[in-house]
Protein backbone atom coordinates (compact mmCIF):
# COMPACT_ATOMS: atom_id res chain seq x y z
CA UNK A 1 0.00 0.00 0.00
CA UNK A 2 1.57 2.71 -0.70
CA UNK A 3 -0.90 5.93 0.98
CA UNK A 4 -2.94 7.26 -1.87
CA UNK A 5 -6.58 6.11 -3.20
CA UNK A 6 -7.25 4.78 -6.83
CA UNK A 7 -10.09 4.92 -8.75
CA UNK A 8 -10.13 2.94 -11.86
CA UNK A 9 -13.49 4.14 -14.41
CA UNK A 10 -13.93 2.03 -17.42
CA UNK A 11 -16.17 1.52 -20.34
CA UNK A 12 -16.79 2.44 -24.44
CA UNK A 13 -16.17 5.50 -25.82
CA UNK A 14 -19.29 8.12 -24.87
CA UNK A 15 -20.33 6.71 -21.35
CA UNK A 16 -19.11 9.90 -19.77
CA UNK A 17 -16.10 8.42 -18.35
CA UNK A 18 -14.00 11.70 -18.88
CA UNK A 19 -16.35 13.90 -17.89
CA UNK A 20 -17.76 12.11 -14.96
CA UNK A 21 -14.05 11.24 -13.59
CA UNK A 22 -13.28 14.68 -14.25
CA UNK A 23 -16.33 16.46 -11.90
CA UNK A 24 -15.71 13.73 -9.38
CA UNK A 25 -11.44 14.85 -9.39
CA UNK A 26 -12.51 17.96 -8.66
CA UNK A 27 -14.92 17.25 -5.55
CA UNK A 28 -12.53 14.81 -4.43
CA UNK A 29 -8.98 16.66 -4.64
CA UNK A 30 -7.63 13.97 -6.71
CA UNK A 31 -5.74 14.02 -10.13
CA UNK A 32 -7.62 12.94 -12.91
CA UNK A 33 -5.39 10.90 -15.43
CA UNK A 34 -7.27 10.45 -18.87
CA UNK A 35 -6.11 7.84 -20.28
CA UNK A 36 -7.19 7.83 -23.89
CA UNK A 37 -5.34 10.76 -24.01
CA UNK A 38 -2.17 9.21 -23.75
CA UNK A 39 -2.99 6.95 -26.42
CA UNK A 40 -4.33 9.85 -28.58
CA UNK A 41 -0.88 11.41 -28.18
CA UNK A 42 0.90 8.54 -29.83
CA UNK A 43 -1.66 8.23 -32.49
CA UNK A 44 -1.16 11.47 -33.38
CA UNK A 45 2.75 10.94 -33.62
CA UNK A 46 2.49 8.73 -35.79
CA UNK A 47 -0.13 10.34 -38.52
CA UNK A 48 2.16 13.19 -38.44
CA UNK A 49 4.96 10.94 -39.43
CA UNK A 50 2.95 9.30 -41.92
CA UNK A 51 3.04 5.69 -40.59
CA UNK A 52 0.35 3.41 -40.94
CA UNK A 53 -1.25 3.32 -37.72
CA UNK A 54 -2.26 -0.54 -37.71
CA UNK A 55 1.66 -1.09 -38.64
CA UNK A 56 3.29 -2.45 -35.42
CA UNK A 57 6.60 -2.77 -36.32
CA UNK A 58 6.65 0.92 -37.36
CA UNK A 59 4.73 2.20 -34.49
CA UNK A 60 7.18 0.18 -32.10
CA UNK A 61 9.89 1.80 -33.91
CA UNK A 62 8.96 5.22 -33.49
CA UNK A 63 8.32 5.11 -29.26
CA UNK A 64 11.65 5.65 -28.40
CA UNK A 65 11.55 8.61 -30.57
CA UNK A 66 8.83 10.31 -28.89
CA UNK A 67 8.53 12.47 -25.76
CA UNK A 68 4.45 12.27 -23.87
CA UNK A 69 3.84 14.39 -20.96
CA UNK A 70 1.07 14.86 -18.44
CA UNK A 71 1.00 18.17 -16.71
CA UNK A 72 -1.79 20.03 -15.24
CA UNK A 73 -2.72 23.67 -15.25
CA UNK A 74 -3.93 26.01 -12.54
CA UNK A 75 -7.44 24.60 -12.87
CA UNK A 76 -6.10 20.61 -12.63
CA UNK A 77 -7.12 20.20 -16.13
CA UNK A 78 -4.52 17.65 -17.72
CA UNK A 79 -2.76 18.57 -20.71
CA UNK A 80 -1.12 16.45 -23.29
CA UNK A 81 2.53 17.35 -24.40
CA UNK A 82 4.42 15.73 -27.33
CA UNK A 83 7.33 16.14 -28.22
CA UNK A 84 7.51 19.54 -25.80
CA UNK A 85 4.43 21.12 -27.60
CA UNK A 86 0.77 21.29 -26.30
CA UNK A 87 -1.43 18.96 -28.40
CA UNK A 88 -4.29 18.65 -26.31
CA UNK A 89 -6.72 20.21 -29.25
CA UNK A 90 -5.25 18.38 -31.82
CA UNK A 91 -5.67 14.76 -30.36
CA UNK A 92 -9.25 15.53 -30.27
CA UNK A 93 -9.97 15.17 -34.13
CA UNK A 94 -11.73 12.56 -35.33
CA UNK A 95 -8.89 11.06 -38.15
CA UNK A 96 -6.56 10.86 -34.43
CA UNK A 97 -9.67 8.89 -33.05
CA UNK A 98 -8.70 6.38 -35.66
CA UNK A 99 -4.81 6.37 -35.53
CA UNK A 100 -5.45 6.37 -31.41
CA UNK A 101 -8.02 3.00 -31.61
CA UNK A 102 -5.41 1.53 -34.17
CA UNK A 103 -2.35 2.25 -31.76
CA UNK A 104 -3.91 1.68 -28.45
CA UNK A 105 -4.62 -2.21 -29.66
CA UNK A 106 -1.01 -2.76 -29.39
CA UNK A 107 0.88 -4.97 -27.21
CA UNK A 108 3.73 -2.80 -27.46
CA UNK A 109 1.95 0.13 -27.24
CA UNK A 110 0.23 -0.80 -23.81
CA UNK A 111 3.28 -2.11 -22.34
CA UNK A 112 5.41 1.26 -23.03
CA UNK A 113 2.56 3.50 -21.57
CA UNK A 114 1.75 1.13 -18.74
CA UNK A 115 4.33 2.25 -16.21
CA UNK A 116 3.92 5.70 -17.05
CA UNK A 117 0.32 5.74 -15.72
CA UNK A 118 0.96 3.20 -12.62
CA UNK A 119 3.13 5.88 -11.14
CA UNK A 120 0.98 8.59 -11.20
CA UNK A 121 -1.35 5.92 -8.84
CA UNK A 122 1.84 5.52 -6.54
CA UNK A 123 2.58 9.15 -6.00
CA UNK A 124 -0.73 10.82 -6.13
CA UNK A 125 -4.73 9.63 -4.89
CA UNK A 126 -6.26 9.42 -8.71
CA UNK A 127 -9.28 9.14 -10.72
CA UNK A 128 -8.11 7.22 -13.95
CA UNK A 129 -10.48 6.64 -16.66
CA UNK A 130 -9.74 4.05 -20.16
CA UNK A 131 -11.05 0.30 -21.00
CA UNK A 132 -8.35 -1.71 -19.12
CA UNK A 133 -7.86 0.48 -15.93
CA UNK A 134 -9.44 -2.07 -13.52
CA UNK A 135 -8.46 -5.20 -15.33
CA UNK A 136 -4.63 -4.88 -16.24
CA UNK A 137 -3.50 -0.92 -15.79
CA UNK A 138 -4.77 -0.69 -11.91
CA UNK A 139 -5.67 -4.33 -10.90
CA UNK A 140 -5.54 -3.14 -7.65
CA UNK A 141 -7.45 -0.26 -7.38
CA UNK A 142 -9.83 0.89 -4.08
CA UNK A 143 -12.71 1.03 -6.38
CA UNK A 144 -13.49 0.16 -9.90
CA UNK A 145 -16.69 1.27 -11.67
CA UNK A 146 -17.90 -0.13 -15.32
CA UNK A 147 -19.62 2.90 -16.78
CA UNK A 148 -21.57 1.80 -19.36
CA UNK A 149 -24.99 3.51 -22.24
CA UNK A 150 -26.30 2.26 -25.11
CA UNK A 151 -24.86 2.48 -28.55
CA UNK A 152 -27.10 5.19 -29.36
CA UNK A 153 -27.04 7.63 -26.30
CA UNK A 154 -23.11 6.50 -26.82
CA UNK A 155 -22.78 8.28 -30.05
CA UNK A 156 -25.49 11.29 -29.84
CA UNK A 157 -23.02 12.15 -26.46
CA UNK A 158 -19.66 12.02 -28.51
CA UNK A 159 -21.56 13.54 -31.79
CA UNK A 160 -22.40 17.11 -29.09
CA UNK A 161 -19.02 16.67 -27.28
CA UNK A 162 -17.42 17.31 -31.04
CA UNK A 163 -19.64 19.67 -32.00
CA UNK A 164 -18.79 21.66 -28.84
CA UNK A 165 -15.05 22.14 -29.64
CA UNK A 166 -16.03 22.92 -33.20
CA UNK A 167 -14.83 19.64 -34.68
CA UNK A 168 -16.63 18.05 -37.80
CA UNK A 169 -18.32 14.68 -37.40
CA UNK A 170 -21.34 13.07 -38.03
CA UNK A 171 -23.34 10.51 -35.92
CA UNK A 172 -22.13 7.38 -38.13
CA UNK A 173 -18.92 8.17 -38.10
CA UNK A 174 -19.08 8.04 -33.86
CA UNK A 175 -21.28 5.57 -33.99
CA UNK A 176 -18.21 3.00 -33.82
CA UNK A 177 -17.40 0.30 -30.88
CA UNK A 178 -17.10 -3.24 -32.34
CA UNK A 179 -13.47 -2.58 -32.70
CA UNK A 180 -12.45 -1.58 -29.17
CA UNK A 181 -14.98 -4.78 -27.66
CA UNK A 182 -13.49 -7.23 -30.00
CA UNK A 183 -9.79 -7.01 -30.23
CA UNK A 184 -7.25 -9.05 -28.84
CA UNK A 185 -5.04 -6.05 -26.96
CA UNK A 186 -6.99 -4.68 -24.11
CA UNK A 187 -10.26 -5.85 -25.57
CA UNK A 188 -12.81 -3.77 -23.19
CA UNK A 189 -14.64 -5.61 -20.42
CA UNK A 190 -15.71 -4.96 -16.75
CA UNK A 191 -13.56 -6.34 -13.94
CA UNK A 192 -15.32 -9.20 -11.60
CA UNK A 193 -14.86 -6.37 -9.05
CA UNK A 194 -16.35 -3.13 -10.73
CA UNK A 195 -19.48 -2.05 -9.99
CA UNK A 196 -21.37 -1.73 -12.78
CA UNK A 197 -23.14 1.80 -13.89
CA UNK A 198 -25.62 2.57 -16.93
CA UNK A 199 -25.69 5.95 -18.20
CA UNK A 200 -28.17 5.40 -20.71
CA UNK A 201 -31.36 6.86 -18.93
CA UNK A 202 -29.85 9.49 -16.87
CA UNK A 203 -28.58 12.88 -17.04
CA UNK A 204 -24.77 14.35 -16.85
CA UNK A 205 -26.20 15.47 -13.29
CA UNK A 206 -27.79 12.38 -12.05
CA UNK A 207 -24.58 10.12 -12.99
CA UNK A 208 -22.51 12.23 -10.76
CA UNK A 209 -24.11 11.96 -7.96
CA UNK A 210 -24.84 8.82 -8.00
CA UNK A 211 -20.59 8.10 -8.96
CA UNK A 212 -20.28 10.40 -6.03
CA UNK A 213 -22.21 8.14 -3.57
CA UNK A 214 -20.48 5.22 -4.75
CA UNK A 215 -17.35 6.77 -3.66
CA UNK A 216 -18.75 7.85 -0.29
CA UNK A 217 -19.98 4.45 0.59
CA UNK A 218 -16.96 2.45 -0.63
CA UNK A 219 -14.25 4.84 0.35
CA UNK A 220 -15.64 6.93 3.04
CA UNK A 221 -14.33 10.38 1.39
Do not use: W
Request: glycine share 6%.
Amino acid sequence: MNGFNSIAIDGPAGAGKSSLARRLSKELGYIYVDTGAIYRSVGLAAHRRGLDTKNEIAVSAMLPEISIEMRYNDEGEQRMFLDGEDVSAEIRMPEISICASNVSAMPAVRAYLLEMQRRMARTHNVIMDGRDIGTVVLPDAELKIFLTASAAARAQRRLLELQGKSVKADYDEVLRDKQDTSRAAAPLKAAEDAVRVDTSDIDFEQSAALLRSIVRERLGV
